[in-house]
């Protein structure tokens, strides 16, 4: 099984020192964490998917990259972009939608 590591830093503003302000400051900040270790992860995942060497089930041929798109994954939590690696069939010129 695959681990992903990640390490960050939280920094609090106390601005008020009520109890209130801070639950919503640590939910609003989880949010935020959330959304962004998913993009991260997400990136990770398609460098996985990419390593293996994709090819053509007609001719054999590798596929090649053939630009980004951005793509939008929508959570409980959020939303997220991600660019997305394109692919497509060297000499078919036919995209492939593997990894989309």
């Given at each position: 099984?695959?681990?992903i590591k990640?390490?960050?830093?939280?920094?609090i503003v106390l601005?008020q020192?009520?109890?209130h302000?801070?639950?919503?400051?640590?939910?609003?900040m989880?949010?935020?964490?959330?959304?962004?270790?998913?993009?991260?992860?997400i990136?990770?995942?398609e460098k996985e998917?990419?390593?293996g060497?994709?090819?053509?089930?007609?001719?054999g041929?590798?596929?090649?990259?053939?630009?980004?798109?951005k793509?939008?994954?929508?959570?409980?939590?959020?939303?997220?972009?991600?660019?997305?690696?394109r692919?497509?069939y060297?000499?078919?010129?036919?995209?492939?939608a593997?990894l989309?």
């Open positions: 099984m695959k681990e990640l390490s960050f830093n939280l920094s601005n020192a009520d109890i302000f801070v639950e919503e400051e640590l939910l609003r989880r949010q935020e964490l959330f959304l962004e270790v998913l993009k991260k992860v990136a990770e995942i998917a990419l390593k060497q994709k090819s053509c089930n007609i001719c041929l590798p596929l090649v990259k053939n630009g980004h798109e793509k939008k994954v929508k959570t409980l939590v959020g939303e997220v972009a991600v660019n997305r690696v692919l497509r060297h000499y078919h010129g036919k995209r492939d593997t989309v």
